[in-house]
Every structure is written in structure tokens, then in C-alpha cells.
């Protein structure tokens, strides 16, 4: 064949070109956390809300779960308990909210407290569920820190 007909030679080199400064979009978006880890007695609990649990939570409270939390005042610690179930659930199947009171108090005994259970048990849950972009889930706690600092 005569180098003379047709593109095909021309456009197999840009093509290999042009692969080369192709960026992946998969590639570079940093990716999300899978799970937001709890750790009770030496257990690590996966804990990640799924669309089904966070509808069931909206139906229940009829609000918004993020009015829930991010409100001016520290969320009752039942409602807290009750997302930590939300967000166990789907990867423990069957956890009762009794099962997580026993967590909570003995998370408590090992030195937890309410307002870190909030800083970091379920705000860093909701961030890896899809509420906040890793900035803002650093924000918040910035500002839990700071409320924290004036109690």
C-alpha cells in the first residue's frame, strides 16, 4: 500500500499520542473512604449510612438527619445512638439499639464521652455516607472542637 492513501498510519501516531495526556477521571478523583470505623473493646464496628437507613431515620425524626446534628446543640444522645445503629446495621445485621446502648456505655467506661461521640463516632460516619466532602466533615469538627473548647 502507497503511504499516500488514506490516514490510517497518521492517525494510529496521534492516536497513541493523545493517550498518553489522557487523565483517567477514576484516577484522579480522590476516592471517599468506604467506612467509618467505631472501635468498642478492641472490636472494630463498620458503620456507614445507606439511603435505606437514612430514610428510615427521616421518617422516623420527620427531619432532615443533618438538622438532627449539625443544630446549634449537642443532639440528644438517643437520636445519636440511634444513627450509630442506622449506620451498624447494614454490616451487622440485626443490631438492636439495646445492643448499642451496651457499645456505647462500654465505649464510655474505656473514655469516651458524649461530645466525642459526636466528633468522632457520627459526624466522621456521615462524612464517609456522603453528607460532607472530607473539607467540610474537617470544618465541622473544627467547630465541635471549639464549642467543645468553651463548655
Known amino acids: 500500500m502507497n503511504d499516500m492513501d488514506g490516514l490510517d498510519q497518521e ?29 468498642v473493646g478492641g472490636v472494630n464496628h463498620r458503620m456507614k449510612l445507606t439511603a435505606d437507613m437514612v430514610t428510615m431515620l427521616e421518617n422516623k425524626y420527620h427531619v432532615n438527619i443533618l438538622m438532627l446534628v449539625t443544630a446549634n446543640d449537642l443532639p440528644p444522645l438517643s437520636v445519636m445512638l440511634t444513627i450509630a445503629q442506622a449506620a451498624i446495621n447494614p454490616w451487622e445485621h440485626g443490631t438492636k439499639f439495646e445492643t448499642v446502648k451496651a457499645m456505647y456505655d462500654k465505649w464510655v467506661e474505656e473514655g469516651g464521652n458524649q461530645i466525642d461521640f459526636l466528633s468522632k463516632v457520627i459526624i466522621p460516619t456521615m462524612g464517609v455516607s456522603g453528607f460532607f466532602t472530607e473539607d467540610q466533615t474537617e470544618t465541622i469538627l473544627k467547630n465541635i472542637e471549639q464549642r467543645d473548647a468553651l463548655l
Open 11 to 39: 492517525l494510529q501516531q496521534d492516536e497513541s499520542s493523545k493517550e498518553s495526556n489522557i487523565t483517567n477521571f477514576e484516577e484522579a478523583k480522590k476516592k471517599r473512604r468506604p467506612f467509618h470505623y467505631w472501635t
